[in-house]
């Protein structure tokens, strides 16, 4: 039973007794005290006070972000359908609760081979819920998502649809379709267990529940003690026009081919909670035109005169692919990005396959920064003192020179938390000083993520994916060199404060027109650091008539996932929101916003422009 919810603005005193303190932050830690505890925090960090010495046992635990063990499949649908059963395997429970990432084990990997064998710890003797889809493998990719989080068994069946064993039956192909059934059953059944589940260990005030459930017509607490079957039958008896307008972003979708070599990500794309759309021809994204065009007409047109453009762009003026360009199946990632703009990502297997094979290393975080061309010192001169200036977090940024083609393998080749390349690419590859270096011809990557920040560097990009990295962020044409500049710096800054690549893209966007000209290959949410928010965040901040509103955009990253949930620091606002989500309009006094933006250093998003909070102190706002 938890007693307390200790916010910033409070302090709190206990009695002596026995208490259970849940101090969880990249790791899930408790410590288990017999003492009266005080508790209290700053704007810098919190504070646990015994009163005297006492024994503290600690207990901690990483989350489960691994496939335990590999399901074999064929690519007969009936076979998938039965390895996708096994996922639900994973989950640390059925009760509302597993709406937290950290009672969402990763599912099982899965494997091609020329029979099914699923282990035997992995038959499930109660699966009260099905979902019945005909034996496609179209059907079973769109499904796998919402079976993973319901712990359903998937079965051949002639019309889409769930059944319990309440005999009750609901229908996944409505008039809009069936992936557009089976995505809003997985928001509407993931939401109301979010609210659901403050009736149970974590009654935590909930932002959601306090605006939603006076249009619900069943009772939360009821439904909390109800089987799973029950309380699946209960949300679904809700109209979904009725929960829309209070759902959180789900931001998050997947694109893929249904397609025997597109199985083996099956089990990620359903750790990620991912809508899915099968598309049957996935191309590789492209950048409009007029978008590139009028992204070099501005920044060139102040150029002396036109002789002075080929200086100015990062690359050949014409955009050309390799003739060996990685032919590599691959999914689309897209997230929803302020403003609702789409970021994507091209990812393949690797990616995730990469993430598995990486274990944390002891040490500072390594920032290998390589600047290919004379003329690009700009960029990195402003990087090399962006990346380790947080005092708490120890980075170690090593600056590379002209390079030969040699000495970038090397630098590729060793393990580094983040690669920055500044310079020239083409479709031959990386310009070296003595050549060209492709980086398909690179046997072992070591770089975690990586910007490679030069035209044309979205297949360079992809190939280092495949031989070793997590993520990284390239571009898809030319990029002119202020702009590329401008882009590389706001990316070094966001990026040292531990947001994800993808939330690192979409705030860069808001500013920068050439912001739209980069891409993201491999996982967009990798990170290089903890954010000093505990939760990556921007704030869009207005002025109107003296009323000063703000409205953060809250992102998921790798360990922080769907379902979690985050208060911000402000007086007035005494509740959580569910991640991901923007918080919507909160109305805040000048002395809370002074402080809520002397609480960390992030951006800020203001009339079209990115400032941040420190600087905005210090501006007097």
């Known amino acids: 039973m938890m007693l307390a919810d200790v916010s910033p603005a409070e302090r709190a005193e206990f009695r002596p007794d026995e208490y259970t303190l849940d101090l969880s932050g990249p ?60 996922f639900g395997s994973a989950l640390k429970t059925t009760a509302p609760e597993r709406s937290y990432s950290t009672l969402r084990g990763h599912p099982p990997r899965l494997e091609l081979g020329d029979e099914l064998h699923v282990p035997a710890d992995f038959d499930k003797t109660e699966q009260n ?125 997947t694109r893929c081919e249904p397609t025997p070599d597109h199985i ?165 590859g990386f310009q070296c000083s003595d050549g060209k270096l492709d980086a398909a011809t690179v046997d072992t990557v070591g770089a975690k993520a990586f910007l490679l920040n030069a035209c044309q560097s979205h297949d360079q990009g992809l190939r280092l994916v495949e031989t070793g990295s997590i993520g990284g962020i390239v571009t898809l044409g030319n990029v002119v060199n202020s702009g590329a500049v401008s882009v590389g710096i706001q990316i070094a800054r966001l990026l040292n404060l531990g947001f994800p690549l993808y939330g690192a893209l979409d705030v860069v966007r808001q500013e920068n027109i050439v912001g739209q000209q980069y891409h993201m290959v491999g996982s967009g949410r990798t990170t290089i650091a903890q954010s000093e928010t505990r939760m990556p965040n921007s704030c869009v901040l207005s002025h109107e008539e003296g009323d000063i509103d703000m409205d953060m955009n809250l992102y998921t990253s790798a360990n922080v996932k769907r379902g979690s949930v985050f208060s911000p620091h402000i007086d007035s606002v005494g509740s959580y929101y569910v991640l991901p989500r923007k918080t919507g309009q909160i109305s805040v006094t000048d002395s809370e916003l002074t402080e809520f933006l002397d609480e960390a250093l992030f951006p800020v998003i203001q009339d079209g422009k990115i400032e941040w909070s420190k600087d905005l102190l210090d501006e007097g706002i």
């Not at 630098?411 to 020239?424: E, N, P, Q, T």
């Open 129 to 253: 819920i099905q979902i019945e889809v005909p034996a496609t493998l179209r059907h079973v990719f769109v499904a796998t998502p919402l079976a993973y989080y319901l712990g359903a068994d998937v079965t051949r069946g002639s019309s889409p649809q769930i059944v319990t064993d309440q005999e009750y039956a609901y229908s996944l192909d409505d008039s809009d379709g069936f992936e557009s059934s089976v995505r809003r059953v997985l928001k509407q059944v993931f939401f109301l267990d979010c609210i659901v589940r403050t009736e149970g260990k974590t009654p935590l005030p909930l932002h959601e529940r306090q605006v939603a459930e006076p249009a619900l017509d069943f009772d939360v607490t009821e439904a909390y003690g109800q089987s799973l079957a029950e309380r699946i039958e209960t949300y679904l008896n809700v109209s979904y026009a009725t929960v829309k307008p209070y759902l959180p972003y789900w931001r998050f979708e």
């Open 264 to 428: 083996e990500f099956l089990p990620f794309i359903a750790n990620d909670l991912a809508i899915v759309s099968v598309e049957e021809d996935n191309t590789e994204p492209t950048l409009p035109d007029p978008v590139v065009e009028q992204a070099i007409e501005d920044f060139t047109r102040s150029d002396f005169d036109r002789s002075t453009q080929s200086r100015s762009i990062r690359g050949n003026t014409t955009v050309a692919r390799s003739a060996n360009s990685p032919q590599l199946p691959t999914i689309q990632q897209s997230w929803m990005g302020i403003g609702d703009a789409e970021i994507t990502s091209t990812t393949p297997l690797a990616a995730y396959q990469n993430t598995i094979g990486r274990t944390p290393k002891d040490g500072p975080i390594e920032i290998e920064v390589i600047c290919n061309d004379p003329d690009m010192r700009e960029e990195l001169e402003s990087v090399n003192g962006t990346y380790g200036t947080r005092e708490e977090l120890p980075f170690d940024t090593t600056v590379h020179y002209d390079l030969s083609m040699d000495s970038l393998e090397a630098v590729l080749a060793s393990k580094s938390d983040f690669l920055h390349y500044i310079g020239h690419i083409d479709a031959d």
């Open 27 to 86: 790791l899930k830690v408790y410590a288990c005290i017999d003492s009266p505890v005080q508790i209290w925090s700053d704007s810098k960090q919190t504070y646990v006070d015994f009163g005297e010495r006492t024994n503290v046992i600690l207990g901690a635990r990483s989350f489960h972000e691994r496939p335990a063990t590999t399901i074999t499949t064929t690519a007969e649908p009936t076979d998938v359908m039965a390895a996708v059963s096994a």
